[in-house]
């Protein structure tokens, strides 16, 4: 009778085996999914937006002084615009700024006079300091008739407003005639300053 009773106990654990390892079995059908996974990479940079002096951006002819004017004289000074970025402008404003000021820059009728002149080719130097005048080939456009004081006024129309390209302008300072004995001896200080503001925002 043990023996049949051990022989008997014996079975049944196989049996519980065999049905735990098909039930497993039966798992791993019923949760198996098939995937797939590509990828790719993108590359985001920024452009640059810079105004400059000269062709290549580097030079600053406007740091010569003026001195020895008087009343009815005009100094004229060729300047490069450029473009030295890689994205394009929609406005370049040009600021004045006396960091010295005297009656030459607070007086908007008497004081000095200053005018932007855009030509389309290089200016042409006619004679030799100190008697110096420039021409222009071509047809030229006033950009900014202005006096010279403290102010930030639109400079228009500007080949510059391009990528890459550069306006050949002529900054012109004149003491008016009307300048009195009231303007002798008298100095000023004025910062230029271009400043170019990005194009649109677009979408891509």
């Not at 600053?60 to 009815?72: C, E, F, R, S, Y």
């Not at 008497?110 to 047809?139: E, L």
């Not at 456009?141 to 002529?170: E, F, H, I, K, Y």
């Amino acid at each position: 009778m043990q023996l049949s009773l051990t022989s008997t106990g014996g079975k049944v654990l196989a049996s519980t085996v065999l049905i735990g390892a098909a039930a497993s079995v039966a798992g791993l059908g019923t949760f198996g999914t098939f995937t797939s996974t590509t990828a790719a990479s993108a590359t985001v940079a920024s452009g640059t937006v810079r105004i400059a002096f000269g062709p290549g951006g580097t030079t600053n002819p406007l740091a010569v002084p003026v001195t020895g004017m008087v009343a009815g004289d005009t100094i004229s000074q060729p300047l490069a615009l450029a473009n030295t970025g890689d994205q394009d402008l929609s406005s370049v404003t040009l600021t004045t700024t006396p960091t010295t000021s005297s009656k030459l820059d607070t007086d908007q009728v008497n004081g000095i006079q200053m005018q932007i002149q855009s030509c389309p080719v290089a200016w042409t130097q006619v004679g030799s300091a100190p008697r110096i005048s420039y021409t222009c080939a071509s047809p030229t456009t006033v950009l900014a008739p202005r006096p010279a004081v403290a102010a930030a006024v639109p400079v228009s129309p500007l080949t510059s407003l391009g990528a890459g390209q550069v306006d050949n302008l002529l900054v012109k300072v004149t003491l008016p005639d009307t300048a009195d004995n009231d303007f002798q001896g008298l100095s000023s200080v004025v910062s230029f300053s271009f400043t170019g503001t990005q194009r649109g925002a677009v979408a891509r």
